[in-house]
């Protein structure tokens, strides 16, 4: 159990710092993603983006 907190942690990391290179891809202003400001903070909540990296990473486990 262990095991998979750290890989969650780490790969939130990962993503979490190659999130202004996706941006520049069009990754999170899909439509469906959702942003919003609160308390001067800026949230945004990928759904859409999701969904496509999720089909993308299904295919390529598929191919590979």
Same mark, same amino acid.
């Given at each position: 159990?262990?095991?998979?907190?750290?890989?969650?942690?780490?790969? %939130?990391?990962? @993503?979490?710092? $190659?999130?202004?290179? +996706?941006?520049?891809?069009?990754?999170?202003? #899909?439509?469906?993603?959702v942003r919003f400001k609160l308390f001067g903070r %800026?949230?945004? @909540?990928?759904? $859409?983006?999701?969904? +496509?990296?999720?089909?993308?990473?299904?295919? #390529?486990?598929?191919v590979l």
């Amino acid at each position: 159990m262990i095991r998979w907190v750290i890989v969650i942690f780490l790969a %939130l990391i990962v @993503l979490g710092a $190659a999130l202004p290179w +996706l941006e520049k891809l069009g990754l999170g202003r #899909l439509p469906g993603d959702v942003r919003f400001k609160l308390f001067g903070r %800026l949230f945004m @909540l990928p759904f $859409a983006s999701t969904i +496509l990296l999720s089909a993308v990473a299904l295919l #390529l486990g598929k191919v590979l």
